[in-house]
């Protein structure tokens, strides 16, 4: 039973290996290494967000942990090898005297596990397709985490030309009500044409309060990514933005 399930675990980790062979990702563009310079704001966005994420840390760990559990399969061989000295205390008679003395002796082996030997080499692959696997989950949710980051930031990009529109929108209607509103003083205005320029304003009015309140979701959204500050990370915008003119 655990032989089958070596056998089967190293067959999903052959197979993990031959896609990742075949895989031409540069996977530091997908997301950028920690102690690396970003180019672009979004670059830089989703590395923060990458590095102060909770869950994307223990996939970083796992690989760590792969590796060094590879490292610790190729010398595991040292420990088949097992040597030893054994020290034993000989009695000695010295010539016609008869006097007896003990002298120090000293016995040496050696013991090799033939089998965990033989052993060894599974192990050392076992362990690199561990590797492989734990690397290839770390990379397939980076490019999942890399549009999820940008999905958020898109949305609150959005969110927010959306309300410039809005207001706009609200700013014409007002204008337009209280233009309608003072002919209707004057009674140059229907009470039809007040009702229906005042329905407008109101609508625009709404308009632009869900347009605030959708401003602000995606905010949260997207400061829940990064763990950051929005306002930091319109600072860090505006810095790169006139750094790339």
């Not at 039973?1 to 540069?26: E, G, P």
């Not at 909770?54 to 690989?63: F, G, M, P, R, Y």
């Not at 002796?105 to 050696?110: A, E, I, P």
């Not at 229907?190 to 625009?204: C, G, I, N, T």
């Amino acid at each position: 039973m655990r032989l089958h399930f070596y056998i089967l675990l190293l067959s999903s980790a052959l197979l993990c290996t031959n896609a990742l062979a075949q895989s031409t990702i540069d996977y530091d563009d997908i997301v950028a290494p920690a102690d690396s310079k970003t180019k672009t704001f979004e670059d830089y966005l989703v590395q923060l967000a990458w590095n102060n994420n909770a869950s994307t840390q223990i996939l970083d760990a796992n690989v760590e942990i792969a590796e060094l559990e590879k490292k610790a399969a190729k010398r595991s061989w040292m420990d088949q090898i097992n040597a030893n000295v054994n020290f034993n205390s000989i009695r000695d008679t010295v010539g016609f005297v008869g006097e007896q003395f003990l002298s120090p002796g000293f016995n040496y082996g050696l013991s090799v596990n033939a089998g965990g030997l033989l052993n060894n080499k599974l192990r050392v692959r076992l362990a690199d397709q561990m590797k492989m696997i734990a690397e290839a989950e770390q990379n397939q949710e980076k490019l999942q985490f890399r549009a999820l980051v940008l999905d958020r930031l898109e949305q609150f990009d959005n969110a927010k030309e959306l309300l410039s529109i809005r207001r706009n929108a609200e700013i014409d209607a007002e204008t337009n009500y209280t233009l309608v509103q003072s002919l209707y003083d004057q009674g140059k205005a229907q009470f039809e044409d007040l009702a229906q320029a005042s329905e407008v304003y109101f609508r625009a009015v709404e308009a632009t309060s869900l347009a605030k309140s959708r401003v602000v979701r995606t905010r949260l959204g997207l400061e829940e990514m990064t763990g950051v500050p929005y306002e930091t990370l319109e600072e860090t915008r505006t810095k790169m933005s006139v750094m790339r003119r």
